[in-house]
């Protein structure tokens, strides 16, 4: 176990190189760390922010978890696009990772063969709220802001595929729906988009890892099917994401 695992000051050194994932909530990590053989509070990763990090250091190729942490002044997970960026950036610059996973629960689409449990890696990630007609502008915000091609370990691990996009909010509004369905959205998130959006910037190869919580086409209300099935989707996300981020670090060696 490295101090990481147990303190809030600073470990020795970080980790250099391997795979960063990216998760928004605490549930959603803990299983994960769980399988990883991480515990604890985890470090601070930046101190103007709420962040943590845990990594399996001693392994030549490092797993890191970094979580979004908990806001100080709300006492509530830091979900949504504006921490998913500022922990990317700072993880990426800190720890140098080979490839970037963004793990975590989503919503589903039963209309494009979705349920409560399934599991999918991204074949392009993009924002589903961005509406701007402004030439150029309107073409940014709704950019594909590229995955690592993952076909290969999606069929491997028995995995589904598809379109990933990202809002800041959890309820899906006509216009916001729309844009879903005309992409063939199969999972709807809160980070994959921003993530990705500075592993693009760094050059970092991303991938995004999302169990189904809620059916974004059902009539019961949202919240209420992602609470009584986030348990459950955490325990999936601990039996899978490692899988995937062996066979990422597998996929991108030199
Ligand atoms: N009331 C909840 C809020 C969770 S927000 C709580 O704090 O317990 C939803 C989180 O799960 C986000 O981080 C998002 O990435 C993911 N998520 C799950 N289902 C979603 C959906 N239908 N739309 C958007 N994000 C979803």
Redesign the pocket.
Known sequence: MSAADVTDATPAADPAGGVVIVV??AAEAAGIRAQLGLDGRGAVLHPAFPARWWSTAALDDPITVVTNGVDPDFG??S??TQAATTTTLHAIERFTPRVVLSA????GFAARGGAIGSTYLATEVRRHDRRIEVDGMREMMRADEGVLEAAGIASELGIGVGPVTT?D??D?PPLDLARMTEVGAVA????AAAVAWVCRRHGVPFQACKVV??L?DDPEQ??VQ??RN?AAASDRLAEIVPSVATALLRHTST
């Open positions: 928004a909530m509530v997970d979900i949504g975590g629960t989503c919503g809002s909010s959890l899906a709807k998130d809160m980070e919580t809620d974004v949202t919240q992602f609470l986030l």
